[in-house]
């Protein structure tokens, strides 16, 4: 338990401070894709896919296929593909412990974000796998999420944050996970040169 005085503790404590939600933002959640939701999707290419351990434990990761609208979708559902990465499978075993997912869809330049919830499952069906594919390549598996939640987020995050705004980008900041993994591995630069290349290749 938090030793903090100021502490919030009750949904009541929470709206005394934010106030009462409007109808009219109650009704931007649909229980299904309505077509501009549809749009937006068909126009991603990249969103944030939440899921959560066996023990609850949340995470979140991105998925990207390098072009837009790489999610099959219909009112319902949607068709995520996976394909090959560094094999770690966190999401994958997540959702056959927990099939409650949600993912957020961004589009470059765009501020508005789609939100959905649902629940996933995965399938190898040949079918599924062929109409992910890209580059000629089918998938290697599919999420397949049962929508029962989606609603477009405002900008503001993406306004305060100035994150499609070049002037705002850092010029010199790049990760390198050779230099975070090799000391763990007991290795040197040479190691960390290798690392950084593998990556790359990746």
Do not use: Y
């Not at 100021?6 to 709206?15: D, G, S």
């Not at 029962?148 to 305060?160: G, L, S, V, Y």
């Amino acid at each position: 338990m938090t030793s903090d005085p100021h502490a919030l503790t009750t949904i009541e404590q929470v709206r005394a401070i934010i106030g009462e939600e409007s109808p009219v933002v109650r009704s931007k959640v649909f229980e299904s894709l309505e077509p501009n939701a549809i749009r937006f999707i068909e126009t991603s290419p990249l969103l944030l896919l939440a899921t959560s351990t066996p023990d609850g434990v949340p995470e979140v990761s991105p998925k990207g296929d390098g072009r837009p609208g790489f999610v099959v979708v219909d009112e319902q559902t949607l068709l995520i593909p996976d394909r090959k990465g560094n094999r770690l499978i966190f999401r994958l075993q997540n959702i056959l412990a927990n099939p409650k997912i949600a993912a957020i869809f961004l589009v470059p330049g765009t501020g508005e974000t789609l939100r959905v919830q649902g629940s996933a499952e995965l399938t190898k069906d040949p079918a599924v796998l062929e109409r992910l594919s890209t580059r000629g390549q089918p998938a290697l598996l599919a999420i397949r999420l049962h929508v029962e939640r989606c609603f477009f987020h405002c900008a503001k995050a993406f306004k305060r944050s100035q994150l499609w705004e070049h002037e705002s980008w850092p010029t010199d900041f790049h990760i390198s996970f050779g230099k975070i993994l090799a000391p763990k591995l007991g290795g040197g630069a040479e190691l960390e040169q290798a690392i950084d290349r593998m990556i790359a290749e990746d």
